[in-house]
Each structure stands twice: as structure tokens, then as C-alpha cells.
């Protein structure tokens, strides 16, 4: 017969806290602080350091043995990998669309024949 262990609610008080004061935290960098180009690093590192928490607590991983502790890093590894290789993709592209130099809009140039008229002027057609 597998013994229970006897939880205590404070275990997860605490865990609540340390979540209540990422959140306001991450609002006071966000808004009161202003990094600059760093405040999205640190609020994704704030928001990474919330999941792993709730996953690890409010999930109970920290209670699991062996593999199913590991699913969690491996899944979160292989996900950061799908994202990062996206990521270099779309900024290769970006770049390689919009040579340095060029300030000029990316849509192309339309006649003016083929613009389309906005919702509720006389000239628009039906089904435009």
C-alpha cells in the first residue's frame, strides 16, 4: 500500500507569493522602469521562471519520479529549438527582402485601378 505524504497548503502559499510578486515585478519593469530593448528578454525570463514554477508546483513534476521529471526540460528543449530556428529564418528573410538602405515601404506599388475602395464609399462594388 503506497504511503501518502501529508501536504501541507503552505507549500503552496508560498509558491502563490513568489508568483504574485514576478507578476508585479514584470508590470513595474514594463511600465515604470523602461529597460529599452532588454525589457523583453527579462519579462520572457520572468515569464519562463513562472511556468517552471507552476509546472514544477501546481502540476506536480517535483513530485514525480525519474522520466516524467524529464519530459518537462526536454519538451520546453525542443520547443525552444523549433522556435529559435523560426526566428533566425524570419530575420534572414527580413533581411535579405530589405537591403540596408532602402527606408521605402515593402508592399508593392498597385495602379490605381486595382485599389480597392473602403467599406462604404459609392464607387465600391459589390463584393469588393
Do not use: C
Not at 14 to 41: C, I, Y
Not at 54 to 67: I, R, S, T, Y
Not at 94 to 114: F, N, V
Request: proline share 8%.
Amino acid at each position: 500500500m503506497a504511503e501518502e505524504k501529508k501536504k501541507s497548503a503552505w507549500g503552496y502559499v508560498g509558491v502563490w507569493a513568489v508568483l504574485a510578486v514576478l507578476t508585479v515585478l514584470t508590470w513595474v519593469l514594463g511600465t515604470k522602469l523602461k529597460l529599452g530593448p532588454m525589457g523583453l528578454p527579462v519579462a520572457l525570463l520572468i515569464a519562463v521562471a513562472k511556468t517552471v514554477l507552476v509546472a514544477m508546483f501546481f502540476m506536480h513534476l517535483v513530485e514525480q519520479p525519474g522520466a516524467r521529471r524529464v519530459v518537462f526540460p526536454v519538451s520546453v528543449l525542443f520547443l525552444a529549438l523549433l522556435m529559435g530556428g523560426t526566428l533566425i529564418d524570419a530575420m534572414t528573410r527580413i533581411r535579405m527582402a530589405r537591403p540596408d538602405g532602402i527606408e521605402d515601404e515593402l508592399e508593392p506599388k498597385r495602379p490605381a485601378s486595382t485599389r480597392t475602395e473602403p467599406p462604404g464609399s459609392p464607387n465600391r462594388w459589390m463584393g469588393n
